[in-house]
């Protein structure tokens, strides 16, 4: 279930919905989120920006991030860099005047990501084979998600994701009915076969979702969504073997492109990615943060991480 705004803020025809119920602190400071946004100019988007602070404010908010529509499980996220590339399924789609107005309006990018693609589905990373011996040797099963027992396979899948994003910013628990319903939501669009579940003594503990990307009307793309896997050094590796076992039943199954979507900079995501895709990113993307306390400001720095 989509949690809704604790507020909506209009201005002009331009509108904003605000949270700051629930909301995880930035840095130490309490935070409002800002989603949902809708203007037709950057001086629109400025004024809007403001009249939000000014409620944030008053609800003893010390800091605010745009734009995000509520949690990081709903749409977030603002394109920086487009580059020419068509969107591709479940990518945030933003006007390009919308980073323009955050910038204007105080906000500066506080957590930075990218979208990469592989155009060589075929391309090989031999140490993940190493590693997938030792895996194999140690019983651990990689296979591809079983729809039929999709309700058996869904609570343990939300349990490693919840463990395997704890610490990412500004993750929050999602409740299992909701997680379940966002997911069969996508069942149509699945293909089993590209979603690897790695099993150890018939616990999952390591995951890849993949699909096929139904906004390319050519039928040849997969979009790799999500890597996950148990935290802890008996893991260690995992993620890397099931990407390239993506990649591997990908090629099987005929496709000819495989995009990496939305990974975190700096995130171990990104240096398995880079054995497999072209060197520059398909798309950037940005959160925003603003601190309202001038003083307190100046000791933030704003940038990757």
Not at 155 to 162: D, E, G, K, N, S
Not at 232 to 250: I, K, N, P
């Amino acid at each position: 279930m989509i949690r809704e705004p604790d507020a909506i803020a209009h201005l002009d025809g331009s509108e904003v919905a605000l949270w700051w119920r629930q909301v995880p602190p930035w840095r130490g400071r309490k935070t409002g989120y800002l989603g949902r946004l809708s203007f037709r100019t950057v001086a629109e988007g400025v004024a809007l920006l403001r009249a939000a602070e000014e409620r944030l404010r008053a609800e003893w908010c010390e800091a605010a991030i745009a734009p995000i529509d509520g949690s990081t499980w709903q749409p977030y996220r603002a394109v920086i860099d487009p580059g020419t590339a068509p969107s591709f399924a479940l990518e945030p789609i933003t006007p390009p005047h919308h980073p323009a107005a955050l910038a204007q309006g105080g906000f500066m990018p506080c957590l930075t990501y990218r979208s990469a693609l592989c155009d060589v589905v075929t391309r090989r990373d031999p140490p993940a084979d190493v590693w997938r011996d030792r895996f194999t040797q140690n019983g651990i099963t990689i296979n591809a998600l079983d729809c039929d027992r999709l309700s058996d396979r869904l609570p343990p899948i939300h349990h490693l994701i919840h463990a395997a994003f704890a610490e990412t910013p500004l993750f929050t628990p999602l409740p299992y009915p909701d997680f379940e319903q966002q997911y069969h939501a996508l069942l149509p669009y699945l293909r089993p076969d590209l979603i690897r579940v790695a099993l150890d003594q018939g616990r999952v503990v390591g995951l890849v979702w993949a699909f096929p990307d139904w906004c390319d009307r050519t039928g040849n793309t997969v979009v790799l969504k999500t890597v996950a896997r148990w935290p802890g050094w008996a893991y260690g590796g995992l993620g890397r073997v099931l990407v390239a076992d993506c990649h591997r039943v990908a090629a099987q199954l005929g496709y000819g492109r495989i995009i990496h979507g939305l990974m975190r900079d700096r995130n171990p995501s990104q240096a398995i990615s880079r054995r497999y895709a072209q060197p520059h990113p398909l798309r950037r993307y940005a959160l925003f943060a603003k601190v309202f306390d001038q003083v307190q400001r100046q000791d933030l720095s704003f940038g990757s991480s």
